[in-house]
Every structure is written in C-alpha cells, then in structure tokens.
C-alpha cells in the first residue's frame, strides 16, 4: 500500500503569527540548464500547501520534483503526468520557518521557456485556507542561448497577488486555478498519479565552538583560580554547558490493504460468494466506510468514520487523494471524525490520510467506476466470471487491454451496487 501514499492526500494545521499578516508567497528562478527553484518567503507557521505552476510546452519538458530545504522531512506530492502543468501538495507534521527553497524543477528538455506560479493556497492554524501574499511568478529559461538567467543579468522574475480565500460558518475554502482543484477546510486535496517523498526530519544541533575557544575564567558559585582574576568591571562568566543534541523527528506511515489490492493478489477460484467476501473482510477496525462499496459516478457521496480516541496529541489533520473534502465533524463525547468525500468521477481508488504529529494513517476507500452492464442476479454474475474465463479479452473493463483481478473488482462493485439499491428500493 506505500505506492498509495504517493497520492495522498493531507492536511496540517498552522501558526499564523499575526491576524492581520498574510501567510507566504512564492517565486520561480531559473538557475540555468532547465533548472528552476521554487522559493517561499515569510512561510511561518505554514505547514500544509497546494502549488500548481505553469510552464511553457514543449519548450521545456519531461520535469522532475526534488524537494527543497525549507520543507525538509515534510510529506510532498507531484503530478507532472500533464504536459505544461505541475501540481504540488506539501504536508508537514510541524510548521515551517522563514524563506528557503520549497522544491527544484528540473526539465529534461529545455530550449527556452517559463515556468510561473498559477495558484498557492496555504493553510492556517484552524485548518481552514487563508489570503497567501505574493503568489504568481514567472521565471524564464534562456539555456539554449549563450547565457542564461543563472548568469550576471540576474533571473528574471515577478510577483502578483493571485490566490484568494473566503471563509464561511462550516469551513473555509481556496480556489487553486482553472487546473488545480481546490483545497478545502482542514485538508490538501494531493494530485493523483503523483511522486510521493517522505523524509526523515533531523533537528538541528547548535554548533559546538571551536577547539581553541577560550574557556570560562569561573564556573557558577566558583572563584577565579589564583593569577587569573577578572578584568577591572568584569564579572567571571559561566560556561554555558552545551546543549543536548536532540532525538531524530521521524514521521511513521501505517497503511491498510485496499479491496483493491486483494483482488490484484487473488489467484484462486472464482465464484460470486469468493468475489463478495474479499470485500466483506474489514479493512480496518479504526475505520470504516459507508456505505461500504460506492460507485466514482461523480455525484455520490462516502462517508468514512474514524475513530480517533486512541491518538494524542494535536488534533489530527486529513487529506484526500481521488476524492475531496465535502464536510469535516467531529463528535467531541467519543472522538470520533466523521469525513465526507466525493470521490473523482471515474477513478478507481482514492485514499484518506490521517497526520498526527508522528504518524501519518491511510485508509483505502472501496470505490470503483460505474459500468453499463452489471449484474442483477448471482446467477448473472457468475455467468460473467465464467464467461469472462474463456473470453478475458471481451471483459476488460478498465480498458487496460487485459483481463484480470482489477476487472473482477469493478465487475464485483457494480454487482454490490446494485444490490444495495434493489434492498432500498424494496423497503
């Protein structure tokens, strides 16, 4: 299930250091050879953000995302899968400090070219987006020429203000561009298909002093030793003891098996009451989902309840991937969370994330995509299943080209789907 994690989804809480402050901006700089940063300033108390940029295909082409200083040990994803857009979603367990590089783009391809920032939509302490400063840039790569923006002309760059947020009585929302999707109350909605980094955070040590650093002429409650008195208005200073390096911070992952992923590892026989089962078996007892199978047909709904009273801390943050956020509620008596998400029309699997200040949790939905023809009796059902023995290329239902475990698993969904609605409609 780790692949899962490069779509994660999440959200993190923030520190806003005044009301009246706007949290963040960030600006492209080519560093030459289809090289490009991405640098945030005054990012205090940001922990969690959604970047989407803008560059110019097929000038530049094939990027890859490293991550940057500044967001070291945080949780990142990035989808560079369309041509001219990257979508970044960053989660951290702790909040960022000052201005430093967020992530490096690098291009494969690149004869010329910009790269901007289309949207960045940070978020705040109560997990709800907020008003970012200085958020649109553009950067131009010239590498092709005899010089680029790397040498003594300077990079040329520009800012404009250009994410916007508002706020409302349930939660707070912040569109992402025409490109982007939106990020809403207590989460980052993470790009699909994604690159998925998780590093681990060392804490920084304070710098011993040098070896011929002279040493205190008296310790606390101590005199001077003899011929060595202080200077005339001087009082003996104490030696400040060195302080202790502190423990590696380090976010763990725990991961569930996804339905999904039973029916890719399943080679045994087929049957309908074998195909029900391997959804039936719980994912999860801290999770579940309901209802507990739901079609991607982009207008119903999942609920997933979570129970939480086990977890310390600060309160948990989530974030989706193959899904957004529709409502976010907590019932205080019992701890448990109650997240509502539609998934994305079409898609096969999508996740909710749960971080905690050390441990971040996914929980695999059970979705699948509506299909035309499912069946409405077992007796049609395994029908299929042998039908689909014989002839596995007529029953490729995901267009993959082959016939296999993730067929089963649509074909299954549908089936369940369609039984649900036949017992509501009966009652």
């Not at 998400?341 to 996914?362: D, F, I, R, Y």
């Amino acid at each position: 299930m780790t692949r899962h994690i490069g779509h994660i989804f999440m959200a993190a809480f923030l520190l806003l250091a005044s009301a009246s402050l706007c949290l963040g901006s960030v600006t492209v700089t080519s560093t030459g050879s289809g090289t490009y940063t991405v640098q945030g300033s005054n990012m205090d108390g940001i922990a969690a953000f959604d970047l989407v940029l803008k560059y110019d295909s097929p000038a530049l082409a094939s990027p890859t995302v490293s991550q940057g200083s500044l967001i070291s040990g945080a949780m990142l994803a990035a989808n560079t899968n369309v041509a001219g857009t990257i979508r970044i979603a960053v989660v951290s367990s702790k909040s960022f400090s000052g201005s430093g590089p967020l992530v490096t783009i690098k291009f494969a391809t690149h004869t010329g070219g910009t790269v901007s920032v289309a949207s960045f939509s940070p978020i705040n302490s109560n997990g709800a987006a907020v008003s970012s400063g200085d958020s649109g840039s553009s950067s131009s790569d010239n590498s092709s020429s005899s010089s680029d923006n790397s040498s003594s002309n300077g990079s040329s760059s520009s800012s404009s203000s250009s994410s916007s947020s508002s706020s409302g009585s349930s939660g707070s929302s912040s569109s992402s561009g025409s490109s982007g999707s939106p990020t809403y109350l207590g989460t980052v909605t993470m790009p699909s298909d994604s690159q998925m980094k998780s590093e681990t955070k060392t804490a920084a040590t304070e710098t011993p002093a040098p070896a011929n650093a002279p040493e205190a002429t008296a310790k606390p409650g101590e005199t001077p030793p003899a011929g060595e008195a202080p200077a005339a208005g001087e009082t003996p200073v104490a030696t400040k003891a060195p302080a202790a390096a502190k423990k590696n911070e380090s976010i763990s992952v725990a991961s569930n098996t996804a339905v999904l992923e039973r029916f890719r590892a399943y080679q045994g026989d087929k049957t309908p009451a074998i195909m029900i089962a391997l959804f039936k078996q719980q994912i999860s007892p801290l999770f579940r989902q309901e209802p507990f199978v739901v079609l991607s047909d982009g207008a119903t709904t999942v609920t997933i309840v979570a129970d939480l009273s086990a977890e310390t801390g600060s309160s948990p943050n989530f974030a989706l991937t193959g899904a957004k956020m529709v409502s976010l509620k907590k019932d205080d008596a019992s701890s448990t969370w109650f997240i509502e998400a539609l998934p994305a029309k079409g898609a096969l699997s999508a996740s909710l994330m749960v971080l905690n200040e050390s441990k971040v949790t996914e929980y695999p939905l059970t979705i699948a995509p509506a299909i035309k023809k499912a069946a409405a009796t077992e007796k049609e059902f395994a029908a299929f299943l042998k039908d689909a023995a014989k002839t596995p290329a007529q029953h490729d239902l995901n267009g993959d080209g082959s016939y296999d475990g993730i067929d089963d698993y649509i074909y299954t969904a549908n089936y369940l789907v369609r039984q649900q609605k036949a017992r509501t409609s009966a009652k």
